[in-house]
């Protein structure tokens, strides 16, 4: 063999070899960037079905407040005394989110906002619990007196620092149903709301992701254990030809589950483009490389701002757009933990002097419309440093913040606040023909002195509240 066939057999051994290299690099670069896009799938469902768990429990959680404000219209009533009972309940309003409401005594007699009884509850596992005085929620759907498929929520009355009753409310499914139509990942998933035995208690109901006519979660995905579900798990099953992928989180209720539902096309179909792309980085890598880190890019930043979004609507009062009861007390507690001795701030608890009879005379469009203006105002009296919620019916917060240092008048600036929230919410409201005027009692307490914490400083400010309250009304006191 003459010297230039080896030259040519030593080039093609070469060709071969590099031809061999090349494309074990590239099958290793579609496997790796295939590994990659699951794991940034996997992150990218697993982080929005947590902050949509989480907003599911804050709604349920705002249902609670809505039943403690009305808790506290029974507190002087007699609840064995059929008439006096009957007489409060008719007197108060419902809540268009319930389908009903009542109150049951400590032996488990119940009359609803109808005046008709809702059976007794004595034996009922969330009446007990809310006895204890504690809030509950039934663990599944039960019949109500009206045929009605529904979910209980129960919140304890207190009578002299004892519980005396329990006033309840209810919603069906079907209303629990709509509420998960406003909390899913786009319109190409489905959510489930699942109890700890597997019965689905609420689905959304335009997807073809999830049968109609399943009961339990364990009809959609047969051996399904719930208790066995890591929070991590990525559960893929088979509906009929279509492969999805359902993915579990406990809401904190009755050990239930928020439960997501997204089809593998969508995984598959990325994947099957990164197949095509690699085609095409054979003949420009750089360009290849470029898009697939702007790709991943654009992902992150999108699930950056789907996490944002997400939790700012879990954050806010939907009727005032302020923070919640829990997100208030969240920051204003990160807030306490962090200060040093030499800051000050402020913690002002303001409660609506006679709102209640603006519902009653007015109606609730004009209750809604007061709490939304007070929420306005008591935006525009604080700072954008400082931070407003809504913790109750018709109870705000406010926290001020004084950093050190900046040679402000602690005390003299709290009764400024105080002065200007008390004469800014006085106001007279008025609607076919009918006036109620509407004003602000205010506790204050003032941190370091009145408490270092966010449940010493509220206890304070909120005994604060009440002597303003035995004082008059309309008025403003700080704690000691």
Not at 129 to 150: C, K, L, R, Y
Not at 462 to 477: H, I, P, Q, V
Request: hydrophobic share 40%.
């Amino acid at each position: 063999m003459n010297r230039q066939m080896l030259e040519r057999l030593r080039t093609a051994a070469v060709i071969v070899i590099a031809l061999i290299f090349m494309v074990s690099i590239f099958m290793r670069f579609k496997d790796r960037m295939n590994t990659q896009l699951a794991e940034s799938t996997a992150s990218y469902l697993s982080g929005n079905v947590d902050a949509l768990a989480t907003a599911i429990q804050t709604k349920l959680e705002d249902q609670m407040v809505m039943l403690e404000s009305q808790s506290r219209y029974f507190s002087d009533v007699d609840l064995n005394d059929y008439n006096a009972m009957k007489k409060a309940i008719m007197s108060t309003r419902g809540m268009k989110s319930f389908t009903s409401i009542g109150v049951a005594s400590k032996a488990g007699s119940t009359m609803n906002y109808e005046g008709k009884s809702s059976g007794n509850f004595l034996l009922r596992d969330y009446f007990q619990h809310a006895m204890t005085g504690q809030n509950a929620i039934s663990g599944e759907p039960s019949i109500d007196e009206f045929g009605n498929e529904v979910l209980v929520l129960a919140v304890p009355i207190w009578q002299k620092e004892q519980v005396a009753g329990v006033i309840y409310g209810t919603f069906t499914r079907d209303a629990l149903s709509d509420l998960l139509q406003n909390v899913r990942f786009g319109d190409e998933s489905a959510s489930v709301l699942v109890s700890k035995s597997g019965i689905i208690l609420a689905r959304t109901s335009d997807s073809d992701l999830i049968d109609k006519d399943s009961e339990k979660i364990q009809d959609v995905v047969p051996g399904l254990k719930l208790d066995s579900t890591a929070d991590n798990d990525f559960i893929s099953y088979k509906n009929g030809d279509q492969e999805n992928i359902l993915v579990l989180r406990p809401i904190g209720f009755h050990d239930w589950y928020f439960g997501m539902i997204v089809s593998r096309d969508i995984v598959s179909e990325q994947s099957d483009n990164i197949s095509r792309y690699v085609v095409l980085v054979m003949f420009e890598m750089a360009f290849m490389v470029a898009c697939l880190l702007l790709y991943i890019y654009l992902v992150g930043k999108h699930n950056e701002r789907v996490h944002s979004r997400l939790k700012e609507r879990a954050d806010t009062d939907s009727l005032t757009d302020i923070l919640n009861k829990s997100a208030f007390q969240e920051t204003v507690s990160g807030i306490l933990k962090k200060m040093g001795d030499q800051e000050s701030c402020a913690l002002f608890i303001i409660d609506l002097d006679n709102f209640k009879l603006v519902n009653d005379n007015l109606g609730h469009a004009v209750g809604d419309q007061v709490l939304a203006e007070v929420a306005d105002k008591l935006k525009r009296i604080f700072r954008d440093s400082d931070l407003v919620g809504r913790i109750g019916g018709d109870e705000f917060a406010a926290f001020l913040r004084c950093p050190a240092n900046q040679g402000y008048d602690m005390e003299a600036l709290v009764h400024n606040k105080a002065a200007a929230i008390v004469a800014v919410l006085n106001k007279v409201y008025e609607a076919d023909g009918n006036q109620v005027e509407v004003s602000a009692s205010v506790g204050m307490a003032i941190y370091p002195e009145h408490g270092r914490d966010y449940k010493t400083l509220y206890e304070n400010a909120d005994k604060a509240l009440y002597s303003a309250k035995r004082g008059g009304k309309n008025r403003y006191e700080t704690y000691g």
